[in-house]
């Protein structure tokens, strides 16, 4: 399988680590839109939050327990904002979910 995230994961492709344990890997964005711009993915390959079942879900309750983590890492006590893009309308552009962890700035209210 050709993914972009589980290359990274592998260390075939570089990237900047922000934060890892058993289950999760956090990096940074390469084309950051904010001061903080991590993205927070599970090791399991998981396309997107639409392929999220019973039998996975685990994976997504360890990412979410690490982005308090990341975030007081990353200084963020004024708040921050976690997105996901699923799928053509939702413009996502690699395969894994991933979640982007956005702060260090006032975010916009738009989220469209
Ligand atoms: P999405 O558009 O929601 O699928 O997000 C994919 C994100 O991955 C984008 O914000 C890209 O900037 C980011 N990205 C793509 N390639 C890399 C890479 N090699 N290292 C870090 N981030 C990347």
Redesign the pocket.
């Known amino acids: 399988m050709d993914c972009?995230f589980c290359s990274?994961l592998k260390g075939e492709?570089p990237?900047t680590k922000v934060y890892e344990d058993e289950a999760v890997y956090a990096?940074?964005?390469?084309?950051p839109?904010a001061p903080t711009h991590v993205?927070v993915i599970p090791k399991t390959h998981i396309p997107s939050a639409d392929a999220v079942s019973a039998e996975n879900s685990a994976a997504v309750a360890a990412v979410f327990e690490a982005i308090p983590k990341i975030a007081k890492l990353e200084g963020l006590e004024q708040g921050y904002r976690v997105i996901?893009?699923i799928g053509e309308h939702g413009?996502?552009?690699?395969k894994h979910l991933?979640f982007?962890v956005l702060g260090g700035k006032q975010l916009s209210e738009t989220m469209d």
């Not at 413009?91 to 690699?94: D, E, H, K, R, Y």
């Open positions: 972009l990274i492709i990237s990096f940074r964005d390469i084309n839109q993205l996901t893009n413009c996502q552009s690699v991933h982007h």
